[in-house]
């Protein structure tokens, strides 16, 4: 009988196309996670293959890069608001001394307007309340002399302004607030990123570590989807060194003597440097201020054909403008490379150009 049978007999096998689905599907899980999934004691998913774990870190360091940018211009930001507060609050504490020594003048003319013969009822209105407001009152005028009248009016205007810039800070300190939050988030998810780029590196040797973080490639993937097909520059013949001085001279000289130091994200020196903090205190050795992104220092000069470039220009990387260096001629730059690798010299073929700006 049917109730007497087995359970699990005459069960029809599985078709190969769905067996070989389901596996493609843990497989691809596999790699887009890049953890080892455990079903049993006996049975285990293969560990990510070496290209995996390099196109993982890459895209992984890309996103860093990027983010550390993004980073870096809210920061600025944050300097720049903090330097607007810090100004409208110290207006206000000027105001509100200047308004409390009127108060106190006028007070005296009251107190001698009272010893003269009483103190006008207006005017002691107008000192217990707004000025602005009983000022404009015709008959207010006629009780006054004036001394008093001008005292009121200065009163009247610096009150305005007061309660003008107390707005004002109050905006400000909000915006303010609104972007450390912002730049917190994004320091952390910095952190998060770097974190599971190194568990994913602690996976393999020392060896195949250094051939990643070599390899000069944390934004292959985009520059895959994003550059046509052999528009990546090839590398070419180093040309003769070109003598270097003046302010161009100082800035390479000062970048040459941060070579082997650490790239660390948002850091600009002494001791580490991420890209555009590297340039940026490069230029500023020579005397010459720079913004602090690879976003706006593209703008802080005229462009400059790759063709043309001279040591010191700046050199920008990857269609989204997400690298920096320093040329020094020979067609090298310096440049702090990515998380993992310190400041070094490297080919200024060996990355996607995008654009160069000359400093100065």
Known sequence: ????????????????????????????????TGVVAFSGAAYADPAPSLQQVK????????????ATDAANGVEEQ????????????????????????????IGVLAADA??????????????????????????????????????LREIATRARVLRQDRADASSQLAELEKLRTELTTGRAEIQRKLG?????????????QEEILASDEHGATDVARDTPHGSRDKPTTPSADVPVSGRAGKAIEFAREQIGKPYVSGAEGPDSYDCSGLTQASWAAAGVKLS??????????????????????????YPDNRHVGLYIGNRQIIHAPRPGVAVKIDPVDSMPFLKAIRPG
Do not use: C, W
């Not at 196109?55 to 990027?66: I, Q």
């Open 196 to 208: 599971e780029a190194q568990r994913l590196l602690n996976t393999l040797t020392r060896k195949q």
């Open 114 to 151: 009272y010893r003269g013969g009483g103190l006008p009822p207006a005017l002691s209105l107008a000192l217990s309340g707004d000025p602005e407001g009983y000022l404009q009152k015709a008959q207010l005028m006629a009780q006054l002399d004036e001394r008093q009248v001008a005292r």
């Open 1 to 32: 009988m049917a109730s007497q049978r087995r359970s699990g007999q005459h069960r029809k096998p599985k078709p190969p196309s769905a067996v070989r689905t389901a596996a493609t599907v843990v497989t691809a899980a596999a790699a887009m």
């Open 292 to 317: 602090r992104t690879t976003y706006t220092q593209i703008k802080d000069g005229p462009g400059v054909e790759k063709g043309a470039l001279l040591p010191g220009d700046l050199v920008f990387f």
């Open 78 to 105: 944050v300097k720049s608001r903090q330097v607007t507060v810090d100004r409208t609050q110290a207006r206000i504490t000027d105001e509100q001394a200047a308004l409390n020594t009127l108060r106190d003048e």
């Open 55 to 66: 196109e993982e870190v890459n895209r992984l360091h890309g996103e860093v890069v990027k």
